[in-house]
């Protein structure tokens, strides 16, 4: 009778050994960086009904995450300007691999896999040339950087996998920063956010951008459903008298249609919205205001169909009927035409819920 020892062998000479999978860290449906009580800064895994699963230290404040399709590994950005991007095995929290980006350039807080985990983008600021890159990453054999391609404009921040597998949409903010400036923004004068479809091997497929009067409306945040409208979170960058729609659709190949949310509600955001999702059945679209306490549920077409009120909202994501919510006081809220508590942690949430999928 074979041995444990030598069936592992024979499945690692036939490239058949198990790999961990998600189940391996608890079978977490959400990701999400948090502060915590102690000052310090941690990602967290979380249930679909908001129960903790894991939590594990990071070195400093987390923005967002990218999730491995099938392993238990998540890529944990740091806040923008970004000095690391960790590879973290979710099943044993451990580090597996630290990215850096070249000299002269910087990770912008989001990243995404390839449909078969074998390639990572993440969104970089070539800040010695005033423009934006796309990093690519071999995840199927130890993330060593392959690359980089160009963004299609200036400020990447958030990019999304299209449902066609190979081509990858992303919000280019259109501000430019530098390090050495800190966070300040040096072009909003003359910046020109876009919404951009690349090729994996870097050719520009499809380019929208606001119109000239709305030039300031910067594309931050981005959510795909499965036929390939993709719905775009704007934060304005101009003056708080004449607030621009904040909520955009898209595409491919049409028009960039933009939905105002209601009466002075763009005004109360604050000219700021946090992040974006659509509904598990693609029907709906989540967007939050964290600056004004409010999230607004439209249909596919951005008819709004309800409001929430809750301080310091941001974080959302598809949940099991509608939407799941995060907040800087902890909280985590399920949304299917009505709000309600889920479960609320000791720690303060940061901007995104990433599904895991």
């Known amino acids: ?29 959400y990701l999400a960086a948090a ?27 987390g923005h967002a995450a990218a999730a491995h399709p099938s392993r238990p590994l998540a890529v944990a950005f ?26 002269g350039s910087h990770f912008y807080g989001h990243g995404v ?14 800040y010695e040339n005033g423009r934006g890159m796309i990093g690519v ?19 990447p921040h958030e990019l999304r996998l299209m449902p066609d597998g190979g081509t990858l949409v992303i919000a280019n903010g259109g501000i430019e920063t530098h390090p050495d400036a800190g966070r300040q923004k040096l072009n909003i004068p003359f910046m020109r956010p876009n919404l951009s479809y690349v090729s994996f091997d870097g050719a520009l497929a499809d380019q929208v951008e606001p119109p000239e009067d709305w030039h300031k409306n910067s594309m931050r945040h981005i959510a795909v459903n499965g036929d390939g409208l993709v719905a775009i979170a704007c934060q304005w960058q101009g003056t708080m008298t004449e607030v621009p729609p904040l909520l955009a659709t898209h595409r491919m190949g049409e028009k960039l249609e933009f939905h105002a949310l209601g009466p002075r509600a763009e005004a109360e955001l604050q000219g700021y919205l946090g992040s974006v999702a659509f509904s598990g059945s693609g029907d709906e679209i989540a967007v939050t205001g964290p600056r004004g306490g409010m999230a607004f549920v439209t249909d596919a077409d951005g008819r709004v169909s309800r409001r929430l009120d809750q301080r310091d909202i941001c ?4 949940g099991q009927a509608g939407f799941v919510f995060t907040t800087g006081e902890g909280q985590v ?6 709000a309600h508590d889920m479960a609320t942690h000791d720690c303060a949430w940061d901007n995104h819920l990433v599904p895991i999928i």
């Not at 990453?137 to 400020?155: E, H, K, N, T, Y």
């Open 113 to 126: 896999f390839s449909a078969d985990g074998g390639v990572l983008f993440t969104t970089e600021n070539d």
């Open 35 to 61: 502060k915590v009580p102690s000052g310090g800064f941690a990602l967290f895994g979380l249930s679909a009904a908001g129960a903790r699963l894991f939590e594990i230290p990071l070195p400093g404040r």
């Open 333 to 338: 809220l399920a949304d299917s035409g009505a």
């Open 137 to 155: 990453w071999d995840a199927a054999g130890g993330f060593a950087r392959l690359g980089a391609i160009p963004s299609g404009g200036v400020g």
């Open 1 to 29: 009778m074979p041995t444990r020892r030598s069936f592992l062998t024979g499945l690692l000479a036939s490239g058949l050994a198990p790999y961990a999978s998600w189940a391996d860290a608890g079978s977490p449906a």
């Open 78 to 103: 740091a806040r923008r300007p970004g000095h690391f991007a960790l590879v973290i095995d979710c099943a044993t929290g451990e580090t597996v691999r630290r990215l850096d980006t070249p000299d």
């Open 315 to 318: 974080g959302v994501a598809p």
